[in-house]
């Protein structure tokens, strides 16, 4: 699976979740059709706080859609982390990250180890 883009809109309502959630963190889980991602997906049993946010592994839908996962960093560093790098390999190939003020210039795609991977947002 090779992710080509994003939905304009999914990528708005990633924002929205970032300011209703912050100061914490929030995670979900992302998923793609024909290379778009396109939907997303809160599990139950996520925990949020300021410095870090974890899912239950064990919640995971089975798909072979799930192109990776979002989540925020509410002091706007738009890098990954260690544990982010730990985290990707469990959740997919593309990982995107928002940052405060969770706006279009606020947001990067990661694929799994940490690289920087562009991809455009669809209309």
């Given at each position: 699976?090779?992710?080509?883009?994003?939905?304009?809109?999914?990528?708005?309502?990633?924002?929205?979740?970032?300011?209703?959630?912050?100061?914490?963190?929030?995670?979900?889980i992302?998923?793609?059709?024909?290379?778009?991602?396109?939907?997303?997906?809160?599990?139950?049993?996520?925990?949020?706080?300021?410095?870090?946010?974890?899912?239950?592994?064990?919640?995971?839908?089975?798909?072979?859609?799930?192109?990776?996962?979002?989540?925020?960093?509410?002091?706007?560093?738009?890098?990954?982390?260690?544990?982010?790098?730990r985290?990707?390999?469990?959740?997919?190939r593309?990982?995107?990250?928002?940052?405060?003020?969770?706006?279009?210039?606020?947001?990067?795609c990661?694929?799994?180890?940490?690289?920087?991977?562009?991809?455009?947002?669809?209309?």
């Amino acid at each position: 699976m090779t992710i080509h883009g994003i939905k304009g809109e999914l990528l708005d309502l990633l924002f929205q979740m970032g300011r209703d959630a912050h100061p914490n963190e929030f995670v979900a889980i992302l998923k793609e059709n024909k290379g778009v991602i396109d939907e997303v997906n809160l599990l139950p049993g996520t925990v949020t706080g300021e410095s870090s946010a974890s899912l239950l592994f064990d919640m995971m839908p089975l798909s072979t859609h799930i192109a990776g996962s979002c989540h925020s960093h509410p002091n706007g560093m738009l890098l990954p982390s260690d544990a982010d790098v730990r985290f990707f390999p469990r959740t997919g190939r593309y990982h995107i990250i928002i940052g405060y003020p969770y706006n279009n210039t606020n947001w990067r795609c990661f694929t799994v180890d940490g690289q920087l991977c562009k991809i455009d947002v669809i209309a």
